[in-house]
């Protein structure tokens, strides 16, 4: 059917601004009034994601209102699911735009957040609660994406137009990472073999200096979803921190878990020392870090205090709670033992759950009580690697910046 021209000029290439979601909305709904053809409506929308360029969605407004977009002509049901709009498919329902092949949702995000997202299509209704993760999408219309572990996983990334900027890719590192391969080492509690990804920085000499260490846990994590060896790449370049060697140890399967006195043991006495036999590493407590996000944050906190002997430092990104308690008994065992209190970098989603942002005050507070050296942070996002790269950079520079590592020079 014709649709009169006069109401075509709302979605004309000619207009000084690129037309809203609200103008395409109103657009399609009449046309579709008009017993317009499929054809013509899709013709329509693909106009109007042309205009948006290589990135046509998700949709900001100035208000912080964003719209996320998916075409699809055989979904049924389409929900997003991410970092502060939440992991709930039933909660974050699309709306099929009338007579389109076009499903919408608009929620309303801080101005500065950084998150990950992910379409869920055609979850049944009587397994909303069942792991979504078998159903993520990343999202066609946005070319920012993200590799997520446990389970593996592509997510769409978006950084709202306040959120602070990344580190520059690596087209800006005059080196590519360097690695000094992917080792296996078996665990002799579980019979189970972790991988570990060693990093070593640029200009790594080991014949004239000793270099400190990171160790990370869920290491395939700060690997793929932080590109964390082109973050070290650039601060070194920029002469922000120290050279380091990062160990990425892989978490164990299921079938391998530990206690946590049995993963503290097996990384103090079985993978510190490997590492430190075959690499140019600094013997100091103070120069080994253990670091972690989520659960391996609390983890990696757990087997500092457990074996100040080995580790100085913790980076702990988005801790899980209750830990308080634990570590005040820790601390306390410590001091009577003749250890100090370890460095501790510790962070926390801005938009995370209130419960766990208290939980992670409160843990701080109890590190400080301790004697701890606390670097505190709350990071613009929710609880995911979209947030905690964009933290890493401060991490890193609170336990490797330069000043503080003149000794190993």
Sequence with gaps: MHVPPSEEVLMSGSALFRPTFTDLRAEVERRAAHDASPADIAALIDKFLAAGGDTP??????DGAVTWLFRSSTAQSVSVVGDVIGYRPEMTRMTRLQGSDLFYWTAYLPLDAHIAYAFVVDVPENGLHMRWNDACLPDPLNAQRMIMTDPLRVM???DMPGASSLLASCDTCAEIPVFAGVHVLQNAAT?????????LPPGYDPDTRRYPTLYLLDGEAYLLSAGLPLILDQLIEDHEITPVIVVMIESPSRAHRLTSAGWARFIADDVVPWIDERYATSGDPVDRVIGGADAQATRALTIALQRADVFGGVVAQSPQMPLAPRIATLLKRNRARGYGAPRCYVDVGRYDEPAAIEATQALCATLVS?????S???VAGGRSFAAWRAALPDALRFHFGMSAFA???
Excluded: K, M, N
């Excluded at 301790?370 to 606390?374: L, S, T």
């Design 191 to 199: 019979g189970g073999w972790q991988r570990l990804w060693v990093y």
């Design 156 to 158: 769409s990334v978006l």
């Design 370 to 374: 301790g004697g701890a050296a606390v």
């Design 407 to 409: 000794h190993l020079e």
């Design 376 to 378: 505190y942070q709350d």
């Design 57 to 62: 969605a998700p949709l900001i407004e100035y």
